[in-house]
């Protein structure tokens, strides 16, 4: 079946440590995304991605970076600059990211937690 | 910026009728998203609107007018499994299909 994968669900990162997060898709989408979302809050945008070996940065980018070099993958590291990574990372894909009328399909998620 | 508003939370019966709001920045703007999240869960794609008026899927309704850049989510013969948080996210044309997200509104249906 198509979907999107990341791994693993939870995550737990020492002080001052780097962590990646994976995101995979076999939907054959054009566009990559992925946000953040804190306990009882909406979702944050960080990085997106409308092409393959293309990138933006979101609304929250600082402490973060991401690639893109196949179309089925966007990796998320979360640096040890990011003061406060504890929170839901959430990775989406759309067919298209040039048009604003695609729907987003999402990942289970990754829990991120400092120890 | 494009705040997105909606209702913190809801709560009503089973069986009853909900609707939750939304308002969003109109300059711009070019169709509105709803999405369901259950706690913990991926949230999944509910509806789509571009053009005013009411779309109806089963239980579920969405209605948007552009020009007093308002939407909502109607949510009928309420069940519980529909207690979830429902998230209004709007597209602009300026920014290809990144979307920005309201906080949400979490529903809590009693019995």
């Known amino acids: 079946d198509g979907g999107i994968t990341q791994s693993p669900k939870y995550l737990f990162r020492k002080e001052g440590q780097n962590v990646t997060l994976s995101c995979e898709q076999n939907?054959?989408?054009?566009?990559m995304y992925w946000y953040r979302q804190d306990p009882g809050q909406g979702l944050r945008l960080i990085y997106y991605?409308?092409?393959?070996?293309?990138?933006q940065k979101g609304d929250i980018a600082e402490g973060y970076s991401v690639s893109r070099e196949k179309k089925e993958s966007f990796p998320l590291t979360v640096t040890s600059a990011q003061k406060n990574p504890t929170a839901f990372y959430l990775c989406?894909?759309?067919?298209?990211?040039?048009?604003?009328?695609?729907?987003?399909?999402f990942g289970d998620g990754t829990r991120l937690s400092i120890l | 910026g494009q705040n997105i508003d909606q209702p913190t939370e809801m709560t009503a019966t089973e069986g009853a009728i909900v609707q939750i709001n939304c308002t969003y920045q109109?300059?711009?703007?070019?169709?509105l998203f709803w999405y369901q999240q259950h706690a913990g869960e991926a949230p999944t794609f509910l509806s789509y609107?571009?053009?005013?008026g009411l779309e109806e899927k089963g239980r579920f309704s969405s209605f948007l007018s552009r020009s007093k850049g308002y939407s909502y989510l109607l949510l009928k013969e309420l069940q519980m499994k529909d207690s979830a948080s429902y998230l209004c996210?709007?597209?602009?044309?300026?920014?290809?299909?990144?979307?920005?997200f309201g906080g949400g509104t979490r529903v809590l249906v009693k019995p």
């Open positions: 609107n571009v053009l005013d």
């Open positions: 989406a894909s759309s067919m298209r990211g040039d048009l604003s009328n695609q729907p987003q399909h």
């Open positions: 939907l054959n989408h054009d566009a």
């Open positions: 996210a709007a597209g602009y044309k300026a920014a290809g299909n990144k979307l920005t």
């Open positions: 991605s409308q092409i393959v070996n293309d990138f």
């Open positions: 109109t300059s711009g703007f070019n169709g």
